[in-house]
């Protein structure tokens, strides 16, 4: 009977101990050291340096020669990495990107819109009486030329539902010169004016008609125009 029970203790002993080195070496298999060269079809290695920076293994690094990225990881995270690249190294989407220099006033006609691809920069050209509140031109004034003075420069990447939408501006007094958005796709967001405007995120409040607002610290001065961009993407 002791001989028995003495049998069973060992064989449950020699279970434990195998599990136990089976997980060691499994543990061992996840951070033994990978690395891997991959040329990029649709990507700059710059971007996706950017891109898979965050998701690197405080053991690992990412470099690039020419075209190429070079990693050196653990297995496990070379893993997570290809899988963002997976996703990332895309053809560049169709969007379209708007731009409403007086959003919330009656009317439209103001509105551009342009097609562009993903990660291109693109221009919007405003005039004088598109960024100011004065009184409309008389009629003597009416027939003279505008003259482009205010220039909006936007590039936009797609993630998922939203966009990171890259913003400069020159000869726009009202905003801040550089702007980073996250905003939903398919939707308005304000752009914050030049004294409240830091980093603007998905935090951004639903207005009553649906659209993303992003919500200013302080009420708009009377002389200033709420400026609203939008993106949108084409099958």
């Known amino acids: 009977m002791n001989a028995i029970i003495a ?30 060269i991959v040329t990029l079809e649709h990507r700059s290695p710059v ?16 470099g690039r020669i020419g075209d190429k990225l070079i990693i050196n990881t653990t297995a496990s995270n070379l893993i997570e990495l ?10 560049a989407r169709r969007l379209v990107l708007s731009l409403d220099p007086s959003y919330g006033t009656d009317g439209d006609n103001d509105r551009q819109s342009m097609q562009a691809l993903e990660f291109d920069q693109n221009e919007f050209i405003l005039t004088e009486n598109q960024i100011t509140d004065d009184a409309p031109a008389t ?17 936009a990447e797609i993630s998922g539902s939203s966009a990171m939408a ?30 409240q405007a830091i980093t603007l995120d998905n935090s951004a409040e ?11 610290q302080e009420p708009l001065s009377e002389t200033s125009t709420s ?3 939008r993106v949108d993407v084409l099958p």
């Open 7 to 36: 049998r069973q203790t060992l064989a449950k002993a020699m279970l434990i101990a195998g599990s136990l080195v089976l997980g060691i070496s499994a543990n061992a298999q996840d951070n033994r050291a990978a690395n891997l």
């Open 47 to 62: 971007t996706a340096i950017q891109k898979l920076s965050p998701l690197l293994d405080p053991r690992g690094d990412i």
């Open 82 to 91: 290809e899988s963002a690249l997976a996703e990332f190294d895309v053809p």
């Open 139 to 155: 009629e003597s004034d009416s027939n003279a030329p505008t003259e482009p003075v205010s220039i909006l420069r936007i590039s």
């Open 166 to 195: 890259s913003i400069t501006t020159s000869g726009i007094p009202a905003l801040s010169p550089t702007y980073q958005v996250s905003m939903p796709l398919g939707q308005w967001v304000i752009l914050e004016p030049a004294d």
């Open 206 to 216: 639903a207005s009553p008609d649906g659209n993303s607002t992003v919500q200013a």
């Open 227 to 229: 400026i609203a961009i």
